[in-house]
């Protein structure tokens, strides 16, 4: 290569490095955000102005910017070499909180084609924005928040006082229900009830200015806002001082009422105490009267003066009377009490009750201490004769119903010729048991307390020997008397049987009276219920322990088989009545019949009898009707016969009943026989 040729080459890339590295200068030069640093209010809005210069001499330029506030890019067209190229856009702060916030902003330049055909040139910058709420802002926040917290402290205060005012009230009720006087407690709970009813009523008020005061926040309008607010505050605060007012008032008024229940209390208790003090002082005497009425009553027996102990009883028993009567004038005053003077008032009333009844007491005593000394000398013979005394009543009692045992044994047809004989010999010596127990109250009245006590005790020793004898036949007598039973259940049921047939021979009949047929069988109805009870009655003699047991159940037993038998006869003698209005036997289809309520029927007859042929008939029915009447006379007064040998009659002296073939009282001693 030759010199000239060699210098041109190197000139020529001398000015191709040249042109590339102006061609290479920055599309992006002295980029700018003006202002990069703001402060806004919340919600505030500010315009950001931003520039750069294309500084390639040779190549124009496509631009576009980019903000995160609107995450968008935004086309700037053709940046031509050395042109400035501003652009404009908004950033704005938030709606609420206080900091700062930042804005990206990027630019972003690609080249054309040919000796600019180059990478494309970027470039990020930021906008730092500080962001506060406004003083206007502030001060509606801050008020709504005191208004809020103002609210709270006034429902807090409320419900304090409605719970007092509540407790108040229950304290009142529970006052009024014990009777008290409660009208100055309960103008302070009126005046309780007031305040709490103004409270709520501020508190409303109060709640609905704070949500008006929400709304303009909402809106943005602070200044009504902060207004709304301070109406909230001043109706909240206004609640809470009547709150208070009524918890107040409602705490006086508990505490009154407080006061007065335990006051009421008091009284209430003294009276209580002192009118069961006097109940139980007339109950003292009314105890000390009956220990003098039991010791007259023992001394009258023993034949002692009773005189002035029966006139000091009977002022006892006056005076107890007048207790009583000031025991319930005292209760009726406990019970309407309404103030204190009530309650005064019953313990006085109590007070003179129990002040009686301390004389009655007093009397009753003395009626019978004196008494009592004289029976403790004759208590020996007193004791002697009572014994007896119940001994030969015992005894007494059982041959009673003996007798009857045997009779109704007997109709049955089973021998009791033994068991009739110690029967008769125990009534021998029963007769002298009584004999000797009168005698024994006798010595015992004249003083004779020694002879008294051996003639009691030859009673008594009579009335065991009685009861001794009877108790070594008691097993004959259950087995004969079971056998006996045994019959007559078995009787029983074939008259039962045959009750059945007659009744429903009755109710099969036309003509036949339905009441009577009714009665027929109410009455057998009636005689199997007995027949049942003379089964259990028979069982219970089997087990019967002692004499005494077995008496009493073969009493019980034969009275059943009685009473069945009566009603099986009354059951019979109703069904036979009934068929006496017999017009017509049912047969073909001479007639149709239709029941009626308990048996008999309603009957249409096809044909008419003669009219002689019904008078007959009618003839024969009323015989019949007299026959069975006459028949049931007769039955009756033979029972009536029957029952007259268990019959007794009462002393003349005492008034004790007492059997028609005794020759003393066995209760006073005296003498009613031959």
Same mark, same amino acid.
């Not at 509606?140 to 103002?150: C, F, I, L, R």
């Not at 069961?276 to 039991?294: F, L, M, W, Y």
């Not at 005593?365 to 009572?386: D, F, H, N, P, R």
């Given at each position: 290569?030759?010199?000239?040729? +060699?210098?041109?080459?190197?000139?020529?890339?001398?000015?191709?490095?040249?042109? +590339?590295?102006?061609?290479?200068?920055?599309?992006?030069?002295?980029?700018? +955000?003006?202002?990069?640093?703001?402060?806004?209010?919340?919600?505030?809005?500010?315009?950001?102005?931003?520039?750069?210069?294309?500084?390639?001499?040779?190549?124009?330029?496509?631009?576009?910017?980019?903000?995160?506030?609107?995450?968008?890019?935004?086309?700037?067209?053709?940046?031509?070499?050395?042109?400035?190229?501003?652009?404009?856009?908004?950033?704005?702060?938030?709606?609420?909180? !206080?900091?700062?916030?930042?804005?990206?902003?990027?630019?972003?330049?690609?080249?054309?084609? %040919?000796?600019? #055909?180059?990478?494309?040139?970027?470039?990020? $910058?930021?906008?730092?924005?500080?962001?506060?709420?406004?003083?206007?802002?502030?001060?509606?926040?801050?008020?709504?928040?005191?208004? =809020?917290?103002?609210?709270?402290?006034?429902?807090?205060?409320?419900?304090?006082?409605?719970?007092?005012?509540?407790?108040?009230?229950?304290?009142?009720?529970?006052?009024?229900?014990?009777?008290?006087?409660?009208?100055?407690?309960?103008?302070?709970?009126?005046?309780?009830?007031?305040?709490?009813? =103004?409270?709520?009523?501020?508190?409303?008020?109060?709640?609905?200015?704070?949500?008006?005061?929400?709304?303009?926040?909402?809106?943005?309008?602070?200044?009504?806002?902060?207004?709304?607010?301070?109406?909230?505050?001043?109706?909240?605060?206004?609640?809470?001082?009547?709150?208070?007012?009524?918890?107040?008032?409602?705490?006086?008024?508990?505490?009154?009422?407080?006061?007065?229940?335990?006051?009421?209390?008091?009284?209430?208790?003294?009276?209580?105490?002192?009118?069961?003090?006097?109940?139980?002082?007339?109950?003292?005497?009314?105890?000390?009267?009956?220990?003098?009425?039991?010791?007259?009553?023992?001394?009258?027996?023993?034949?002692?003066?009773?005189?002035?102990?029966?006139?000091?009883?009977?002022?006892? %028993?006056?005076?107890?009377? #007048?207790?009583?009567?000031?025991?319930?004038?005292?209760?009726?005053?406990?019970?309407?009490?309404?103030?204190?003077?009530?309650?005064?008032?019953?313990?006085?009333?109590?007070?003179?009750?129990?002040?009686?009844?301390?004389?009655?007491?007093?009397?009753?005593?003395?009626?019978?201490?004196?008494?009592?000394?004289?029976?403790?000398?004759?208590?020996?013979?007193?004791?002697?004769?009572?014994?007896?005394?119940?001994?030969?009543?015992?005894?007494?009692?059982?041959?009673?119903?003996?007798?009857?045992?045997?009779?109704?044994?007997?109709?049955?047809?089973?021998?009791?010729?033994?068991?009739?004989?110690?029967?008769?010999?125990?009534?021998?010596?029963?007769?002298?048991?009584?004999?000797?127990?009168?005698?024994?109250?006798?010595?015992?009245?004249?003083?004779? &307390?020694?002879?008294?006590?051996?003639?009691?005790?030859?009673?008594?020793?009579?009335?065991?020997?009685?009861?001794?004898?009877?108790?070594?036949? !008691?097993?004959?007598?259950?087995?004969?008397?079971?056998?006996?039973?045994?019959?007559?259940?078995?009787?029983?049921?074939?008259?039962?049987?045959e009750a059945e047939s007659e009744v429903g021979s009755a109710a099969s009949t036309y003509g036949a009276t339905a009441t009577l047929i009714?009665?027929?069988?109410?009455? +057998?109805?009636?005689?199997?219920?007995?027949?049942?009870?003379?089964?259990?009655?028979?069982?219970?003699?089997?087990?019967?322990?002692?004499?005494?047991?077995?008496?009493?159940?073969?009493?019980?037993?034969?009275?059943?088989?009685?009473?069945?038998?009566?009603?099986?006869?009354?059951?019979?003698?109703?069904?036979?009545?009934?068929?006496?209005?017999?017009?017509?036997?049912?047969?073909?289809?001479?007639?149709?019949?239709? $029941?009626?309520?308990?048996?008999?029927?309603?009957?249409?007859?096809?044909?008419?009898?003669?009219?002689?042929?019904?008078?007959?008939?009618?003839?024969?029915?009323?015989?019949?009707?007299?026959?069975?009447?006459?028949?049931?006379?007769?039955?009756?007064?033979?029972?009536?016969?029957?029952?007259?040998?268990?019959?007794?009659?009462?002393?003349?002296?005492?008034?004790?009943?007492?059997?028609?073939?005794?020759? &003393?009282?066995?209760?006073?001693?005296?003498?009613?026989?031959?």
């Amino acid at each position: 290569m030759n010199k000239k040729l +060699l210098k041109f080459s190197f000139a020529n890339l001398i000015v191709f490095l040249i042109v +590339l590295l102006t061609v290479n200068a920055a599309a992006i030069n002295n980029p700018s +955000l003006n202002p990069n640093s703001i402060s806004l209010y919340h919600d505030g809005k500010q315009q950001i102005t931003g520039q750069f210069t294309n500084s390639n001499s040779w190549c124009n330029v496509g631009c576009q910017y980019y903000t995160s506030e609107s995450g968008l890019w935004t086309s700037l067209g053709n940046v031509e070499t050395g042109q400035t190229k501003p652009f404009q856009f908004q950033v704005s702060a938030p709606s609420v909180g !206080s900091g700062t916030k930042t804005v990206s902003v990027k630019i972003n330049c690609q080249y054309g084609g %040919g000796l600019c #055909s180059y990478p494309q040139e970027n470039w990020n $910058g930021q906008i730092t924005i500080a962001y506060n709420p406004s003083p206007e802002e502030s001060q509606a926040t801050q008020k709504q928040t005191t208004a =809020n917290s103002e609210i709270n402290n006034a429902k807090s205060l409320i419900s304090e006082a409605t719970s007092i005012v509540n407790s108040a009230q229950e304290k009142i009720r529970e006052a009024s229900n014990l009777g008290a006087d409660i009208g100055s407690t309960q103008l302070s709970l009126n005046s309780a009830n007031t305040a709490v009813q =103004n409270a709520n009523n501020y508190l409303s008020s109060a709640q609905t200015a704070y949500s008006d005061g929400s709304s303009n926040i909402n809106s943005k309008n602070w200044n009504v806002a902060s207004s709304n607010f301070d109406t909230a505050i001043s109706k909240a605060n206004q609640a809470q001082s009547s709150a208070t007012t009524a918890k107040s008032n409602a705490d006086s008024a508990k505490a009154q009422t407080t006061s007065i229940i335990e006051e009421w209390n008091r009284l209430k208790t003294a009276a209580q105490n002192k009118i069961s003090d006097a109940n139980s002082a007339i109950d003292t005497a009314k105890q000390r009267i009956q220990v003098g009425e039991s010791v007259i009553y023992n001394a009258t027996i023993l034949g002692l003066d009773t005189v002035q102990a029966k006139a000091q009883i009977a002022t006892a %028993g006056t005076k107890v009377d #007048s207790a009583t009567a000031y025991y319930q004038e005292a209760s009726s005053m406990f019970k309407a009490a309404t103030n204190k003077e009530s309650f005064e008032g019953a313990k006085s009333k109590a007070q003179s009750a129990i002040d009686i009844a301390k004389e009655a007491e007093q009397l009753a005593t003395s009626a019978y201490s004196s008494l009592a000394a004289t029976l403790a000398v004759a208590g020996e013979s007193s004791k002697a004769i009572l014994n007896a005394n119940s001994e030969v009543s015992q005894i007494n009692e059982i041959m009673t119903k003996l007798d009857y045992i045997i009779i109704s044994t007997e109709k049955y047809g089973v021998n009791l010729a033994d068991t009739k004989n110690v029967a008769t010999s125990s009534k021998t010596t029963i007769d002298s048991a009584e004999d000797l127990l009168s005698q024994a109250k006798n010595r015992q009245a004249s003083g004779s &307390f020694n002879e008294a006590v051996g003639l009691a005790n030859k009673a008594r020793d009579e009335a065991a020997k009685s009861m001794n004898r009877l108790d070594t036949i !008691s097993h004959t007598i259950s087995l004969s008397a079971q056998k006996a039973l045994d019959d007559a259940f078995e009787k029983s049921k074939s008259k039962i049987a045959e009750a059945e047939s007659e009744v429903g021979s009755a109710a099969s009949t036309y003509g036949a009276t339905a009441t009577l047929i009714v009665s027929a069988q109410n009455s +057998l109805a009636d005689a199997k219920k007995s027949l049942e009870e003379v089964k259990s009655h028979t069982d219970k003699v089997k087990t019967a322990s002692g004499l005494s047991d077995l008496v009493k159940e073969l009493d019980a037993a034969f009275k059943a088989v009685d009473e069945t038998n009566k009603k099986i006869t009354d059951s019979i003698n109703d069904a036979k009545s009934a068929k006496l209005g017999l017009v017509k036997k049912v047969a073909g289809v001479g007639a149709a019949a239709a $029941g009626a309520a308990g048996g008999g029927f309603l009957y249409y007859r096809w044909r008419k009898k003669k009219k002689g042929e019904k008078s007959k008939e009618k003839e024969h029915a009323g015989k019949k009707i007299k026959h069975d009447k006459e028949e049931k006379e007769h039955k009756e007064k033979k029972s009536k016969k029957i029952l007259s040998l268990f019959s007794k009659i009462k002393c003349p002296e005492c008034g004790h009943k007492i059997k028609k073939n005794q020759k &003393f009282c066995p209760q006073c001693g005296k003498k009613v026989g031959d």
